[in-house]
């Protein structure tokens, strides 16, 4: 019943309520004023990992660059934050690359007489671990924290995810959920079968008892799987952040 989450649609939306497409195409014309075998070579670009790319940027013909592709480092943010999505080097996705993707590197590359290199990519994290469903955006860094969106392929996330995800933003939002939890816990909790006369002081003793509960279950939950906040982990290369 629910439209599932296209995470390019939501990364236009936030980058276009920060800044139109032709202004943020003219700033990064004054930033950067300045076959098989092929496909193969872009393959091991994309999953090899050297010291010598981890750095570079990309050099591009401004005049060919379309301005809806090119995202700022903080549009990635918030998208990441939002969704709990990580932001890595491609040699971290551990699926496959799709033939259409390589087709647009190779397109680029073609276009703007280029090698790309240090190629980035938006994905969940147990994609980059385990192959799955969702749906991943391949970046080439421009530099100055400007980035090229190559191609986007995959399924659209659960149109529930933003919600789902949302208590693991911040340190906030997790206690704001586990008030509500308990609230609605000591709710529909039976008082009668404890006691006879339940008065407003049994009701916030019980609501004590049930945040302490579901406040110990969450911190148990997250240390023994050593997670963190998704702000504090959308660019962290470990699975177990």
């Known amino acids: 019943m629910l439209e599932r989450t296209n995470i390019e649609t939501k990364l236009i939306r936030a980058r276009s309520n920060r800044i ?22 872009i393959r091991h670009t994309l999953s090899e990992a050297t010291e010598i790319t981890k750095e570079i940027t990309n050099t591009f013909n401004v005049d060919l660059l379309q301005a809806k592709q090119i995202y700022h480092l903080t549009d990635i943010e918030k998208l990441c934050v939002t969704y709990r ?7 971290y996705f551990k699926g496959d690359f799709p033939e259409e993707a390589i087709s647009k590197i190779r397109h680029l590359e073609k276009e703007h007489q280029t090698q790309l290199v240090s190629l980035k990519i938006v994905a969940p994290a147990k994609l980059l671990k385990l192959e799955n469903a969702d749906d991943p955006l391949l970046f080439a860094p421009m530099g100055n924290d400007y980035f090229y969106l190559i191609h986007k392929w995959g399924n659209d996330l659960h149109p529930l995810r933003k919600w789902l995800m949302w208590p693991y933003k911040t340190f ?12 609605l816990l000591t709710y529909i909790t039976p008082m009668q079968l404890f006691i006879h006369t339940v008065a407003m002081q049994e009701y916030v003793l019980m609501f004590l008892f049930m945040f302490k509960a579901v406040a110990g279950i969450v911190l148990f939950y997250g240390f023994a799987k050593g997670k963190n906040f998704t702000t ?8 177990n952040a």
């Open 20 to 41: 139109s497409e032709a202004a943020i195409l003219k700033q990064v014309q004054n930033i950067f004023s300045e076959t098989d075998t092929e496909r193969k070579k």
């Open 85 to 91: 999505l990580r932001f890595l080097d491609a040699h």
């Open 172 to 183: 906030e939002n997790l206690v704001l959920t586990i008030f509500v939890i308990s609230i």
């Open 232 to 239: 504090a982990i959308w660019r962290s290369k470990y699975y």
